[in-house]
C-alpha cells in the first residue's frame, strides 16, 4: 500500500519573498524588503543641478532594514538622470518620477525640473556666447554657483553678484534676470553686449550697482529701471543708448553716480532728477537739448560734465554759484 502522501502547495515568486523556517523548535521569519521611503517625499530642482536624495527600506513588519542595496531609475532619463541616489538633471525642463527598486519592494517621487537662477545663468551663458569667454570657469556644471566664475552667493546660495567685465561677453542680455531675486551687484562692462536692456531689469528689487558701460547696448533707457529702490550706482556710459533719459530714474533715492555719457540720447534733463543726491552726473556726449534745469540746485555734486551736448547752464545767479560748488564740472553756459 502507497504512503499517503500530503499535497505540498506551490510556492508562487510573489510569497517565496517571505519564508518561515523552523529552527531550534522557533519559527524565525525572515526580513525581506517591503516598502521604501524615499525623502524628500516630492522635488523640484533647477537646470543642471544635482541633490542626494535618501531612501529608509522597512521588511513586512515595519522594521527598517539597514544596508540594503537600492536600485535607482527615472521615467525619463533625459530630464532627470540618477546614479547611486544622487540625482543630475539635464538642461531640459519637465517632471518626471523617480524609483528606488529592492526586489519587489519599489518607491518612487515625482521630480520637476523648473528654470531658477540657475537655469538663468546658463541662459545668459548661451545667450553672450560662453564659449568664447576670456574665463568660463565652472559654468554649466553642476558645481555650486558660488564656483562659477563671477559669481558671488550668499549662505544660503542665492546669486548676489554678477561680475563679467572685460570677458569676451559677445550677445544679447536674455529676458528673466528678475529671476536672480537677490541679485545686488550687476557688471557687464568692457564686453561686446549688444541689444536692449531687459525692462524685466526693473524687478530686481535688491540691486544695488548696475554697470553696461563700454559695450554696444542699444534702444532706450528703461523707464523701470526706476523702480529699483535700493540702486545707488548706474553706470550706461560708452553704449549705443537712444530717446530721452527718462523722468522715472527720479525715483532713485539711493542713486549716487549716474553715468549716460556717449551714447545718443536726446532731449531735455529731466528736472525731476533735481531730488536725487548725485555726487556725479555723467551726461557729456550726447544729443541732449536745452537749459540744465534750476532744479539741480542744491544736488550734492562732486562730479559733473555735460560737454558736447546742446545743452547750458543757466546765468541765473543762484545756479552759477552752486555750479562753482561742484569740484569737477565741465559743460558751458548759455549765452543769455
Same mark, same amino acid.
Given at each position: 500500500m502507497k504512503p499517503n502522501r500530503q499535497a505540498v502547495p506551490r510556492v508562487s515568486d510573489a510569497m517565496a519573498l517571505v519564508f518561515v523556517a523552523l529552527v531550534g523548535g522557533c519559527w524565525t521569519e525572515t526580513s525581506v524588503p517591503t516598502t521604501i521611503t $524615499?525623502? @524628500?517625499?516630492?522635488?523640484?530642482?533647477?537646470?543642471v543641478e544635482e541633490l542626494q536624495l535618501t531612501t529608509v527600506v522597512a521588511d513586512q513588519n515595519g522594521q527598517v532594514m539597514t544596508g540594503i542595496t537600492v536600485t535607482w531609475s527615472s521615467d525619463v532619463d533625459s530630464i532627470v538622470s540618477v546614479t547611486d541616489g544622487k540625482l543630475v538633471t539635464s538642461v531640459v525642463a519637465g517632471q518626471t518620477r523617480v524609483h528606488a527598486t529592492v526586489g519587489a519592494a519599489t518607491g518612487s517621487v515625482i521630480v520637476t525640473v523648473t528654470?531658477?537662477?540657475?537655469?538663468? &545663468?546658463?541662459?545668459a551663458y548661451g545667450a553672450l556666447d560662453g564659449l568664447g569667454w576670456t574665463n568660463r570657469a565652472h559654468w554649466g556644471t553642476t558645481a555650486p554657483? %558660488? =564656483?562659477?566664475?563671477g559669481v558671488t552667493t550668499d549662505a544660503d546660495g542665492n546669486v548676489t553678484g554678477l561680475r563679467l567685465? *572685460?570677458?569676451?561677453?559677445?550677445?544679447? $542680455? @536674455?529676458?528673466? $534676470?528678475?529671476? !536672480?531675486?537677490?541679485?545686488?551687484h550687476l557688471d557687464l562692462s568692457q564686453n561686446l553686449v549688444s541689444g536692449s536692456i531687459p525692462s524685466d531689469l526693473g524687478t530686481s528689487a535688491n540691486l544695488q550697482h548696475l554697470d553696461l558701460s563700454q559695450n554696444l547696448v542699444s534702444g532706450s533707457i528703461p523707464s523701470d529701471l526706476g523702480s529699483l529702490p535700493d540702486l545707488g550706482y548706474l553706470n550706461l556710459d560708452s553704449n549705443e543708448l537712444t530717446g530721452p533719459i527718462p523722468g522715472e530714474l527720479s525715483y532713485l533715492r539711493r542713486l549716487r553716480y549716474l553715468a549716460l555719457g556717449s551714447n545718443h540720447l536726446t532731449g531735455p534733463l529731466p528736472p525731476e532728477l533735481g531730488v536725487l543726491r548725485l555726487q556725479a552726473l555723467l551726461i557729456n556726449d550726447n544729443g541732449?537739448?536745452? /537749459?540744465?534745469?534750476?532744479?539741480? $540746485?542744491?544736488?550734492? &555734486?562732486?562730479? =559733473?560734465?555735460w560737454e558736447h551736448t546742446g545743452l547750458c547752464?543757466?546765468? *541765473?545767479?543762484? =545756479? %552759477?554759484?552752486? !555750479?562753482?560748488?561742484? =569740484?569737477? /564740472?565741465?559743460? /558751458?553756459?548759455?549765452?543769455?
Open positions: $524615499i525623502s @524628500p517625499s516630492s522635488v523640484t530642482m533647477d537646470l528654470p531658477g537662477p540657475r537655469g538663468w &545663468l546658463l541662459k554657483l %558660488q =564656483f562659477w566664475h567685465s *572685460d570677458n569676451g561677453l559677445n550677445g544679447s $542680455i @536674455p529676458s528673466g $534676470i528678475g529671476i !536672480l531675486a537677490s541679485l545686488q541732449l537739448s536745452g /537749459r540744465l534745469p534750476l532744479a539741480l $540746485i542744491g544736488m550734492p &555734486l562732486q562730479s =559733473f560734465n547752464a543757466p546765468l *541765473d545767479d543762484a =545756479f %552759477q554759484e552752486w !555750479l562753482l560748488s561742484v =569740484f569737477t /564740472r565741465s559743460g /558751458r553756459n548759455c549765452t543769455s
